[in-house]
C-alpha cells in the first residue's frame, strides 16, 4: 500500500472525528467489507494506481480503504468543490495506523468549499505519481487506472491529449465557461512543461469506472465519435447502482440537505421536481412522503406517463412557476430552471440542484442579472434578490445541493454502488482483455452478487428455486435470474 503520504485537506486533527465515523460507516456497508474479507489474501489489485476523482465523503473513505485493503495505491481528488467532508478527508490522509504528527494514509487533495482553480489543480494531483514512482524506482510516474464520478478526472486527460496531439497551447475565451476556462487553463500550465504527458497517461491507463449519469454520458458520446482513449465500465448502469443509489440515495439525501440548509416546513408546500428519471423518482417519493404537493415535469413521454400513473401533477415549469415553493431539478440537463423561471418565482422560493452540474439551474445568468444582489445566509445558501422585488434561495450555488447542504447519500446505499466500482476496477484491472476500448457494464451475475451482499444485514429470507422449478422457468438455481434487457 501506498507511504507516500503528501496531501492537502482542510485540517488533519479532523482525523480521529473522522475515524470514528468511518467505523460507524463500515458497519453499515456490508459489501464492501465482504469483498474486503474475499480478496484479503488474493490481493486482486496489487499493480493498480488508482486515480480517484470522487465526492470525499465517509463512505468514499471506506471505499478508498477497500482498494487499498485489495492491494491498490491510490490518489484521490473530490468530484464537487462543495463534497468534501473534511473529516473524512483527514482520516483518510493519516490512514488507520498513523497519526496527525506522522499520516501514513493515502494522498488526498480535497477539501469542502474548494474554488474552481483549486478544484482542477486538486484533480491534477491524481495524475502525478512521481513521488510513488521515486519511491519504488520507476520511471514512469502515472496511474495505470481511473475512478470517476461525472467524469471530469476522464475529461481532462481526454482534452490534455488532444491539445498536445494539436500542438496548441490552449487560449481560453470568454465564450467559454468559467469552469471549462479553469480547466484549459490547468492544462496550459502542464503543456508548458511537457509535450506528451497527458499522451503518455493515455497509454498507460488499463481504463476507467464512471459512477453517474452524467459521466456516463460523456463515456457513450466519446466512444460514438471514436475519441475514447480507453475502456470504460459504466458502474451507474448495473441495477444495483441506479436503481438504488440514484433512487434511494435521493430519497434520504435531498429532504437531509433541503433540511439542513433551511429547516423549511416541507409538508403542505407545492413541490417541482423536473426530471422523473431514477434521480427524480427518489425526491418525488421522498417528498410527497413528508406531505408536499408534488408537481413533476418530463420531456420523455414514458417517464412523463409513469409520474401521472404514480400520481403526480405532470407540468412545465413555465406553467406553474409562480406557485411552487420548493424547486428541484435532477435531469442532467442544462438551463433547466433559468432567470427568467426565477424572477416569476415566490418570496423565497427555494431552488435545489440535484443533478451532476450547476448548469441546471442557469447560474452563470443569475450571476450576470441586472440588479440581482446576492445575500450569503450562511455557507452554501445565498439568498438572491432580484429585480422582482422577490428573492430567492439558491442551495451549493446551484450544484449538487445534497452532498454541499448535507453528506450525501448515507452508507447502505452507498455499499452497493461502491462494490461494484471495486468489482469494476478488479475486472479492468485482472481481466484486460476481456475489455478492448468501449464502454461496459457489470456482467450480471455481478450486479446480482452485490445484491446478495446485501440481504444478510436487512435481514431478508431470499426464496431458492426447486431443481423443478428451475428447470420450468429456465432460470438456473444460482442465477442469472434475468435477461440482459430486464428493467427492474
Ligand atoms: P435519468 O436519465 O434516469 O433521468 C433524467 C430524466 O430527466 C430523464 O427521464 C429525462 O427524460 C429527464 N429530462 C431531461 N431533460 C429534461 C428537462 N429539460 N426537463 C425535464 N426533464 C428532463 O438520470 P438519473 O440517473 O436520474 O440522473 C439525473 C442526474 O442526477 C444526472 O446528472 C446524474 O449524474 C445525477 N445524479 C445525482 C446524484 C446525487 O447524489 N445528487 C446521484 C445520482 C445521479
Not at 45 to 68: C, F, N, P, Y
Not at 75 to 88: E, G, K, L, P
Not at 182 to 196: C, G, I, K, P
Not at 446 to 471: C, F, M, N, Y
Amino acid at each position: 500500500s501506498s507511504t507516500v503520504s503528501a496531501f492537502k485537506i482542510a485540517d488533519v486533527s479532523l482525523a480521529e472525528a473522522g475515524r470514528h465515523q468511518l467505523r460507524l460507516a463500515e458497519n453499515e456497508m456490508p459489501g464492501l467489507m465482504a469483498l474486503r474479507a474475499e480478496f484479503a489474501e488474493s490481493q486482486p489489485l496489487a499493480g493498480a494506481r488508482i486515480a480517484g476523482s470522487l465526492h470525499m465523503t465517509v463512505q468514499t473513505a471506506v471505499l478508498i480503504e477497500t482498494l487499498v485493503a485489495l492491494g491498490a495505491q491510490v490518489r484521490w481528488a473530490s468530484c464537487n468543490i462543495f463534497s468534501t467532508q473534511d473529516d473524512a478527508a483527514a482520516a483518510i490522509a493519516v490512514g488507520p495506523t498513523g497519526t496527525p504528527e506522522s499520516p501514513a494514509g493515502v494522498p488526498v487533495f480535497a477539501w469542502k468549499g474548494e474554488s474552481l482553480e483549486e478544484y482542477w489543480w486538486c484533480t491534477e494531483q491524481i495524475f502525478d505519481w512521481s513521488a510513488e514512482a521515486a519511491a519504488a524506482g520507476e520511471a514512469w510516474s502515472g496511474p495505470n487506472l481511473i475512478l470517476d464520478d461525472g467524469g471530469d478526472a476522464t475529461m481532462l486527460v481526454h482534452k490534455g491529449r488532444e491539445f498536445e496531439l494539436a500542438g496548441v497551447v490552449p487560449v481560453t475565451t470568454d465564450a467559454d465557461s468559467h469552469e471549462y476556462g479553469v480547466v484549459l487553463a490547468a492544462l496550459r500550465r502542464s503543456l508548458e512543461t511537457s509535450s506528451d504527458r497527458w499522451t503518455r497517461i493515455a497509454e498507460a491507463l488499463t481504463g476507467v469506472t464512471e459512477e453517474t449519469t452524467t459521466g456516463v454520458h460523456r463515456l457513450y458520446e466519446l466512444a460514438a465519435a471514436g475519441q475514447l482513449l480507453f475502456p470504460a465500465i459504466n458502474v451507474n448502469d448495473s441495477v444495483t447502482k441506479s436503481k438504488f443509489d440514484n433512487k434511494y440515495g435521493i430519497r434520504h439525501s435531498l429532504p437531509d440537505g433541503l433540511n439542513r440548509a433551511t429547516d423549511v416546513l416541507i409538508g403542505g408546500k407545492v413541490v417541482f421536481v423536473a426530471g422523473y428519471g431514477d434521480v427524480g423518482k427518489g425526491a418525488a417519493e421522498a417528498l410527497r412522503g413528508q406531505g408536499a404537493r408534488v408537481i413533476v415535469s418530463e420531456i420523455d413521454p414514458i417517464n412523463a406517463l409513469q409520474a401521472a400513473m404514480d400520481g403526480f401533477q405532470v407540468a412545465r415549469i413555465e406553467s406553474v412557476a409562480p406557485q411552487i415553493d420548493i424547486f428541484v431539478s435532477g435531469t442532467g440537463n442544462f438551463n433547466v430552471i433559468t432567470t427568467e423561471h426565477m424572477l416569476r418565482m415566490k418570496h423565497l422560493a427555494i431552488i435545489a440542484n440535484v443533478g451532476h452540474f450547476d448548469n441546471e439551474i442557469d447560474m452563470a445568468a443569475l450571476e450576470s442579472l441586472d440588479g440581482a444582489v446576492r445575500i450569503e445566509i450562511k455557507p452554501q445558501v445565498d439568498e438572491w434578490r432580484l429585480p422582482s422585488g422577490r428573492s430567492v434561495l439558491v442551495l451549493s450555488e446551484g450544484r449538487l445541493m445534497n452532498l454541499g447542504n448535507a453528506t450525501g447519500h448515507p452508507s447502505f446505499v452507498m455499499s452497493n454502488s461502491f462494490t461494484n466500482q471495486v468489482l469494476a476496477q478488479i475486472e479492468l484491472h485482472c481481466y484486460r482483455e476481456k475489455y478492448p476500448v468501449g464502454v461496459y457494464v457489470l456482467p450480471k451475475h455481478l450486479d446480482e452478487k452485490v445484491a446478495r451482499l446485501h440481504l444478510d444485514a436487512l435481514g431478508v429470507e431470499l426464496t431458492v428455486l426447486t431443481p423443478e422449478q428451475s428447470a420450468y422457468i429456465g432460470v438456473p438455481i444460482e442465477g442469472p435470474y434475468k435477461v440482459d434487457q430486464y428493467r427492474y
